[in-house]
Nanobody, 119 residues
Framework: QVQLVESGGGSVQTGGSLRLSCTAH????????VEWYRQAAGEQRQWVST????????NYAVAAKGRFTVSRDLAKDTVYLQMTSLRPEDTAMYSC????????????WGQGTQVTVSS
């Protein structure tokens, strides 16, 4: 079955860390760019970070820069989002999304993983 599966969310206190995973099932994702988005309750979806095909490039939203690190393990078809120095405003549902002209399954979304940061 073709799908993206996120995991690694949870509840932490301010200043804590979490590592989110986004794993592709049913297709090889190395030629896909992968984006991380988040959506807090009652708010619009917000772009967080992007990693290009094969991990060649990375980009971050201002809110993530310096605290979050995106990486990928091509052998595991998994993209990671390491989040440190978490703040209550980072509380959201985090989802990953594939893109790219060479991606065999572009525009796929995972179901999301919830991150809750308490003060």
């Amino acid at each position: 079955q073709v799908q993206l599966v996120e995991s690694g969310g949870g509840s932490v206190q301010t200043g804590g860390s979490l590592r989110l995973s986004c794993t592709a099932h049913g297709f090889a994702s190395s030629n896909c760019g992968v984006e991380w988005y988040r959506q807090a309750a009652g708010e619009q979806r917000q772009w967080v970070s992007t990693i290009g095909p094969h991990g060649a490039t990375t980009n971050y939203a201002v809110a993530a820069k310096g605290r979050f690190t995106v990486s990928r393990d091509l052998a595991k078809d998994t993209v990671y989002l390491q989040m440190t120095s978490l703040r209550p405003e980072d509380t959201a549902m985090y989802s990953c999304h594939t893109y790219g002209v060479s991606c065999p399954k572009p525009d796929y979304w995972g179901q999301g993983t919830q991150v809750t940061v308490s003060s």
